[in-house]
Nanobody
Framework: QVQVVESGGDLVQSGGSLRLSCTAS????????VAWFRQAPGKSREGVAS????????NYVDSVKGRFTISRDDTKNTLYLQMNNLKSEDTALYYC????????????????????WGQGTQVTVSS
């Protein structure tokens, strides 16, 4: 049984930092592309950052480039998202996604591309 669990969400002031973590079990984590998504109230789920399992190549949505850093530790089956200079528009429920559904998937920030999801961790940025 696959389990994906996020942690690290919190209430933080604008300009502050947070580090999110995501641990997966029951899946060959090291062989999977992984990603972070977020969903704000009334909005659709948005891809924030992804990282391939080969070469650890990161990919970011434009709105977080230069502020967020995705990383992974395959020895711990864990994915991270370091978020700096947080803004009120970063407020959302953040989800971890593990493993692409198809080997030919190219839209690594597309929510329909991933097989396994966590329940989310809330990030609230106060202005």
């Amino acid at each position: 049984q696959v389990q994906v669990v996020e942690s690290g969400g919190d209430l933080v002031q604008s300009g502050g930092s947070l580090r999110l973590s995501c641990t997966a079990s029951g899946v060959a984590f090291a062989t999977c592309t992984v990603a972070w998504f977020r969903q704000a109230p009334g909005k659709s789920r948005e891809g924030v950052a992804s990282m391939r399992q080969i070469g650890f190549i990161p990919n970011y949505v434009d709105s977080v480039k230069g502020r967020f850093t995705i990383s992974r530790d395959d020895t711990k089956n864990t994915l991270y998202l370091q978020m700096n200079n947080l803004k009120s528009e970063d407020t959302a429920l953040y989800y971890c996604a593990v493993c692409l559904r198809g080997l030919s998937s190219t839209n690594l920030l597309g929510p329909n591309e991933y097989e396994y999801w966590g329940q989310g961790t809330q990030v609230t940025v106060s202005s």
